[in-house]
């Protein structure tokens, strides 16, 4: 006769799936002091556009296994152009969303019920609290910003929840990553 008790991983093995929770939480401790002045405010709010594009590219690809790469893909640039100072994140993202979204209207996917579909709602909804909070007054900014992150981390959590469109431990790992950083810009950490 077969047991009937449950299998117990080592602790080791169940360590390592923390991984995402403990790389978001040294990212946000990195972040912390960092929304004090205009120009980290504004990086925060242009950051706010990467969390729905790559749901959107990845929604697009129809590929969650892309999530990481894609990450990394979209870090890069956004560090370039912080950096020179040319043009900003902001107006690349927005043009490759846009881009995103177009791509989508033609193909019908944005006309039929799809998981591109939603991530396009939430590529506009997101990008409209990121963008206010570089145009708007700083104040009010911080707070549409931290509700933009406070609002993609329980979007991340849902979608860790469902095992859709993005990979697991990055849909965990942004979750918890968002939500901190929403509380460093709520509470001035």
Do not use: N
């Not at 690349?92 to 039929?112: E, F, H, M, N, P």
């Amino acid at each position: 006769m077969a047991s009937t008790t449950p299998t117990r991983r080592p602790w080791t093995d169940r360590l390592t799936d923390g991984w995402p929770i403990a790389l978001a939480l040294a990212m946000a401790a990195a972040t912390f002091g960092g929304s004090e002045t205009a120009e980290g405010l504004a990086a925060l709010s242009e950051a706010l556009l990467l969390l729905p594009l790559l749901y959107l590219l990845v929604a697009k690809l129809r590929r969650p296994e892309a999530s990481w790469p894609l990450l990394v893909v979209l870090i890069a640039p956004f560090i370039a152009l912080r950096a020179l100072d040319v043009i900003a994140p902001a107006a690349v993202y927005s043009a490759l969303a846009l881009t995103v979204l177009i791509w989508g209207a033609v193909d019908g996917r944005l006309r039929r019920p799809d998981p591109f579909r939603v991530q396009a709602w939430g590529m506009l909804g997101f990008g409209a609290l990121a963008l206010a909070g570089l145009v708007l007054d700083p104040d009010l900014g911080r707070w549409l910003v931290a509700a933009g992150f406070f609002g993609h981390g329980v979007w991340d959590l849902v979608h860790f929840k469902l095992d859709k469109v993005v990979a697991r431990s990055y849909a965990l790992w942004c979750g918890v990553l968002d939500i901190g950083i929403a509380a460093e810009l709520a509470f001035r950490l």
